[in-house]
């Protein structure tokens, strides 16, 4: 069935076509099509870009810290970081970036543990 409204399913597909439209507005030279509902179901996503929501709340600031590059067909962009600068990155495969402190390093945290 081509009904997944409100499934898991459903979010993520609307998740992912969120993310082509991100990706537009990063100038990228090529992002693969997320395709209808059926092709998704099928086929899954023709691409996927996961980022923190520390990265940019709005799509104007993602969109500084993405400039150009590509996302090649059934490749992965995971960013879960604060801040990242991709100038022309092209991702044929997998580019997974984490941090231990996604929000940056807290002074507090480690005189707190210097103590103990």
Same mark, same amino acid.
């Given at each position: 069935?081509?009904?997944?409204?409100?499934?898991?399913?459903?979010?993520?597909?609307?998740?992912?076509?969120?993310?082509?439209?991100?990706?537009?507005?990063?100038?990228?030279?090529?992002?693969?099509?997320?395709?209808?509902?059926?092709?998704?179901? *099928?086929?899954?996503? !023709?691409?996927?870009?996961?980022?923190?929501? %520390?990265?940019?709340? +709005?799509? &104007? =600031?993602?969109?500084?810290?993405?400039?150009?590059? *590509?996302?090649?067909? !059934?490749?992965?962009?995971?960013?879960?970081? %604060?801040?990242?600068? +991709?100038? &022309? =990155?092209?991702?044929?495969?997998?580019?997974?970036?984490?941090?231990?402190?996604?929000?940056?390093?807290?002074?507090?945290?480690?005189?707190?543990?210097?103590?103990?």
């Amino acid at each position: 069935s081509s009904h997944i409204h409100q499934t898991p399913e459903g979010a993520f597909y609307d998740l992912q076509r969120n993310a082509w439209q991100v990706l537009q507005r990063c100038s990228m030279r090529h992002v693969p099509a997320v395709g209808d509902v059926q092709e998704y179901l *099928a086929q899954g996503p !023709g691409f996927l870009f996961l980022f923190h929501p %520390a990265l940019g709340p +709005l799509w &104007d =600031v993602i969109s500084q810290k993405i400039r150009g590059g *590509a996302l090649m067909d !059934g490749s992965e962009l995971v960013l879960e970081v %604060a801040e990242a600068r +991709l100038l &022309d =990155v092209t991702v044929d495969g997998s580019l997974l970036v984490h941090a231990d402190n996604v929000m940056g390093h807290m002074q507090q945290q480690q005189q707190q543990q210097q103590q103990q």
